[in-house]
């Protein structure tokens, strides 16, 4: 049996696809560079913002022409549940379903429970090709300047990704949060944790292959542990006792641990706890996302928490421990959202020694509590808005990121 595999999305559904590449193999199958004589063409997909969903759309569409059976995987199916199911006749799982896979190919021997997470996104795996790419360059081309820094961030972030070493360590899956307006919760479900002693012999395996810099990562990456009898400091102090130990078995190169997009609740919740472990040299960065400095937005958001508790908090992260490179995300435009609102986020966000903030457009997904809320912000606004705080950041020596649908 031949396959090939299409990719696209976040890190943890890109690991998901290097795991497909072991299980495959392990069942016989041989993977194909390309769809022409593939038997099986498992498309993954993404949804989180418009641009992703439509580029998933338009790779499902492309997969019609080829004599093979198209099977998607990933999150578009629930986060945008009417269009695929009006628009694709297909087999498709979803990351909360992905043991499932079993039942959607034949002679199945090796089960994908139980083959061992992937823990590098390796150069093998397919995360759009770059024939695949320039076809999206060339049917998206428009001569402006958000295109083409869109076009030189997605060289520069595929250089840097071919060349660096990283060890991914996939803590959880599942999403205990609710906020109004995310649907990838639909998509990965209820919290299901990684037993800590599997993610420690993980993280042991890493260090003697020479891995140095570890990212932490799950679907709601702070809620680790929650189902399990733990909680993510918890492990974040046994991984730092695991580098102390080594360290004295005489590591060349310092470890670091990078922590990804961590709910502020959390960091709330367990502040005590991660107070003392920030102070660790082995923990670099940290990536929390606000989405807003205001609190009446926050409460529409239902993020839980307020504006002070967060940045009083990641203040005194910064405080414990000067070398922690801090990273946040902002939603502009959400409905409702005032000029004056922004502006307040934006003056309290350059309060906290950000390294970077990823300015992300509101995007309205089916089934949200947001696509309730009125007024909606047009378009023109939204992107005015990313503009001014582009550049408001800019000057206080903020590194602002453009999300997928500006970037």
């Given at each position: 049996m031949n396959i090939f595999i299409e990719s696209s999305g976040c890190s943890r559904r890109k690991l998901d696809v290097a795991k497909f590449h072991t299980y495959f193999r392990l069942n016989g199958y041989e993977i194909l560079d390309s769809p022409e004589q593939s038997d099986y063409i498992l498309v993954t997909t993404c949804a989180f913002k418009k641009e992703e969903e439509e580029n998933s759309f338009a790779a499902i569409k492309e997969y019609e022409k080829y004599n093979a059976k198209v099977i998607v995987y990933g999150c578009l199916p629930d986060i945008s549940p009417s269009r695929f199911h009006k628009t694709c006749d297909y087999e498709y799982i979803t990351p909360k379903q992905i043991n499932e896979i079993d039942s959607h190919f034949p002679q199945i021997r090796h089960k994908f429970a139980d083959v061992s997470d992937a823990n590098i996104m390796s150069g093998e795996v397919n995360h759009s090709s770059w024939s695949k790419a320039f076809g999206k360059f060339v049917g998206s081309y428009e001569l402006s300047k958000p295109f083409i820094r869109r076009s030189f961030q997605y060289l520069r972030n595929r250089l840097a990704s071919d060349a660096k070493r990283q060890y991914h360590l996939f803590t959880?899956?599942?999403?205990?949060?609710?906020?109004?307006?995310?649907?990838?919760?639909?998509?990965?479900?209820?919290?299901?944790?990684?037993?800590?002693?599997?993610?420690?012999?993980?993280?042991?395996?890493?260090?003697?292959?020479?891995?140095?810099?570890?990212?932490?990562?799950?679907?709601?990456?702070?809620?680790?542990?929650?189902?399990?009898?733990?909680?993510?400091?918890?492990?974040?102090a046994a991984l730092i006792e695991k580098i102390r130990a080594a360290n004295g078995a005489s590591l060349q190169k310092p470890v670091k641990l990078h922590i990804e997009e961590i709910n502020p609740r959390w960091l709330i919740q367990y502040r005590r706890e991660f107070m003392d472990l920030v102070e660790s040299p082995y923990v670099a960065s940290l990536l929390c996302p606000v989405q807003s400095a205001n609190d009446r937005v926050l409460g529409l958001m239902n993020r839980g928490h307020t504006v002070q508790d967060i940045l009083q908090t990641l203040q005194e992260f910064s405080n414990r421990n000067h070398e922690l490179k801090l990273h946040t995300q902002i939603i502009v435009g959400f409905p409702s959202e005032t000029e004056d609102e922004l502006e307040e986020t934006l003056t309290k966000i350059v309060t906290i020694p950000f390294e970077s903030v990823t300015i992300f457009p509101y995007d309205e997904k089916e089934n949200t509590e947001a696509a309730k809320i009125q007024p909606k912000m047009p378009e023109n606004v939204i992107k005015a808005r990313i503009v001014k705080a582009q550049k408001y950041l800019g000057k206080h020596k903020i590194r602002p990121i453009l999300s997928c649908n500006e970037r």
């Open positions: 959880s899956r599942g999403c205990l949060g609710a906020c109004s307006y995310c649907a990838v919760r639909y998509a990965v479900g209820r919290i299901q944790s990684k037993q800590a002693g599997t993610l420690l012999m993980e993280f042991e395996r890493g260090l003697k292959s020479g891995f140095r810099d570890f990212i932490l990562l799950g679907d709601d990456v702070g809620a680790y542990g929650q189902d399990i009898d733990t909680n993510f400091p918890a492990l974040l």
